[in-house]
T-cell receptor
Framework: GNSVTQMEGPVTLSEEAFLTINCTYT??????LFWYVQYPGEGLQLLLK?????DKGSNKGFEATYRKETTSFHLEKGSVQVSDSAVYFC??????????FGAGTRLFVKA | GAGVSQSPSNKVTEKGKDVELRCDPI?????LYWYRQSLGQGLEFLIY????????KSGLPSDRFSAERTGGSVSTLTIQRTQQEDSAVYLC?????????????FGEGSRLTVL
């Protein structure tokens, strides 16, 4: 069946450090892939997306590339800020109700 | 409103009572989802509505849970005879159904505490 596996948190980094949050997926067919972010006390919001292999999604300095060969969609940012502290969810969508979220990775960024 | 609206934002109830949680999706969105987020956990899919089609209830954890969507818009999630393990944040999301690309718009959730 379809699944999404992302690295366990929490991840604690100092400001300006490099961030990677790993995400791998299994799916029948070709899913669209997303990263959602949940800031403290808020609902989830879309961070970036990629709908086909080799697409790169980017937003707010974050990037992720849809790698079909490794079934991965790792989230990266070159220099994190305290304001990036949040929970990040990797998400796979193959149509209709088939929405698969990863367990979430909590990121703490220290000043 | 411009976004997905959920109410109440917080609900404290006693074990055994029934609760209703409401979701008002973005106007024009035909797809609506309910999820449950337990403390420190990921999102658990509960139910999916698409237009006037029969909902997909495959994620509902027990027959104490039910949901309806009136007129293809507002949805109500009902939990009967609540149990302590039902304590969680219940999230609603909507999206364009016709050309659904999977981009979901979430409400801020309803936090349920069962004492």
């Amino acid at each position: 069946g379809n699944s999404v596996t992302q690295m366990e948190g929490p991840v604690t980094l100092s400001e300006e450090a490099f961030l990677t949050i790993n995400c791998t997926y299994t799916a029948t067919g070709y899913p669209s892939l997303f990263w959602y972010v949940q800031y403290p006390g808020e609902g989830l919001q879309l961070l970036l997306k990629a709908t086909k292999a080799d697409d790169k999604g980017s937003n707010k300095g974050f990037e992720a590339t849809y790698r079909k060969e490794t079934t991965s969609f790792h989230l990266e940012k070159g220099s994190v800020q305290v304001s990036d502290s949040a929970v990040y969810f990797c998400f796979s969508y193959t149509g209709g109700f088939k929405t698969i979220f990863g367990a979430g990775t909590r990121l703490f960024v220290k000043a | 409103g411009a976004g997905v609206s959920q109410s109440p934002s917080n609900k404290v109830t006693e074990k055994g009572k029934d609760v209703e949680l409401r979701c008002d999706p973005i106007s024009g969105h035909t797809a609506l989802y309910w999820y449950r987020q337990s403390l420190g956990q990921g999102l658990e899919f509960l139910i999916y509505f698409q237009g006037n089609s029969a909902p997909d209830k495959s994620g509902l954890p027990s027959d104490r849970f039910s949901a309806e969507r009136t007129g293809g818009s507002v949805s109500t999630l009902t939990i009967q005879r609540t149990q302590q393990e039902d304590s969680a944040v219940y999230l609603c999301a909507s999206s364009f159904g016709g050309i659904n690309t999977g981009e979901l718009f979430f409400g801020e959730g309803s936090r349920l505490t069962v004492l």
